[in-house]
C-alpha cells in the first residue's frame, strides 16, 4: 500500500476517483483529528474545502491535494462571527452544496476557572459553541434545502461529566454533544443526518495548546488521531447519532454517564488537576 506524508492511501484514491461523492467542508484541518478527517473525505472521493487559522494548513492541504481530488484551503477565525461569515461566502462563491461538513474547530483551556484569564475562557465559548451553532446554522439551512446532507460535531468524552480544571471546555462540549443530538432528533425525516463524534485522550497539540500538560490525563495513554478520525468518518457515513472511538473511552464514557455528578466529578478532576496545585506531590 502506497501512501503519502499524512497517510493517504494513493492506490484507494485512484478507486474512488470515478465515485464522486460532493463536496465536505473540514473545520480545525490543519493537523490532528480535522486533518485525518480531511484525508479521509478525499480518499473516499469528496472533493474539501478544508478551514483553520494555524499557518499549517497550506502545508495541509498539499498533502491532500496528491489524492487527486479538488481541495481548496481557507484561513479564517472561526471565533469571530465575522470569519464564519466570510467562510460562508468563500462556498458560496464555489456555487457547489456541501455534502459533508465536520465541524471539528475547537479549543480549550485548562487550570482554575478563578486563576485563568476571561479571555481564554471566552475564546473557548466564541469558538466551540457560537461558531458551532452559527455554522451549523447556514449548514443545515442549505443541506435541509437540498435534501439531504451528512454533519459531524465533534465533542468529547468530557461532555459526560463536568470537568474540573477545564470546566469551560468540558461545559463547551457538553453543549456540543447535545446540541447535534437535538437537531439530529429535529432533521430526522430531512435526508440531513447529523453526527457527534466523542474522542477521548488523543496524541494531538491539545494539551499543550490548553496548558494542561502537567496533568495525569496529558501523560497518560493516547488513541491515534488518524483512528479517531476513521472512525468519526465512517459513523458520518453510516449515519450514526454518535461515536466514542475506542474501547477505553466507551467504558469512561458509560462509567460517567451513570454515575451521579457528585460522584463523576471528582474523578473528572483527579485526571485534569494541574500537579503543580498539589500538595502532596
Not at 72 to 88: F, Y
Amino acid at each position: 500500500m502506497a501512501e503519502n506524508s499524512i497517510g493517504i492511501d494513493v492506490q484507494a484514491v485512484k478507486t474512488a476517483e470515478q465515485a464522486e461523492n460532493g463536496l465536505a467542508l473540514v473545520t480545525g484541518a490543519s493537523s490532528g483529528i480535522g486533518l485525518g478527517l480531511a484525508r479521509h473525505f478525499v480518499q473516499n472521493g469528496f472533493d474539501v474545502v478544508v478551514v483553520a487559522e494555524d499557518p499549517a494548513l497550506e502545508a495541509a492541504a498539499d498533502a491532500l491535494r496528491v489524492s487527486g481530488r479538488q481541495v481548496t484551503a481557507v484561513h479564517a477565525d472561526l471565533s469571530r462571527p465575522e470569519g464564519v461569515e466570510e467562510l460562508w461566502a468563500r462556498l458560496a462563491e464555489g456555487g457547489r452544496p456541501l455534502a459533508a461538513a465536520a465541524l471539528n474547530a475547537g479549543v480549550a483551556v485548562g487550570g482554575t476557572f478563578a486563576d485563568t484569564p476571561l479571555e481564554r475562557h471566552l475564546e473557548v465559548v466564541d469558538l466551540n459553541v457560537r461558531s458551532t451553532v452559527h455554522l451549523a446554522k447556514l449548514v443545515v439551512d442549505q443541506m435541509v434545502a437540498t435534501g439531504s446532507g451528512r454533519i459531524l460535531i465533534t465533542s468529547s468524552i468530557a461532555a459526560t461529566a463536568p470537568g474540573p480544571y477545564h470546566a469551560t471546555y468540558a461545559a463547551s462540549k457538553a453543549f456540543a454533544h447535545s446540541f447535534a443530538e437535538a437537531i439530529r432528533h429535529e432533521l430526522k425525516d430531512t435526508g440531513v443526518t447529523v453526527t457527534s463524534l466523542m474522542p477521548g485522550p488523543t496524541d494531538t497539540q491539545f494539551f499543550d495548546r490548553a496548558d494542561m500538560t502537567d496533568t495525569a490525563i496529558a501523560q497518560g495513554p493516547k488513541d491515534d488521531p488518524q483512528e479517531v478520525a476513521e472512525a468519526g468518518f465512517e459513523a458520518l457515513m453510516a449515519g450514526k447519532p454518535h461515536v466514542v472511538p475506542g474501547l477505553r473511552n466507551r467504558v469512561m464514557s458509560e462509567a460517567a454517564t451513570h454515575l451521579p455528578d457528585r460522584l463523576a466529578t471528582p474523578g473528572m478532576g483527579m485526571q485534569t488537576k494541574p500537579r503543580g496545585d498539589d500538595p502532596a506531590e
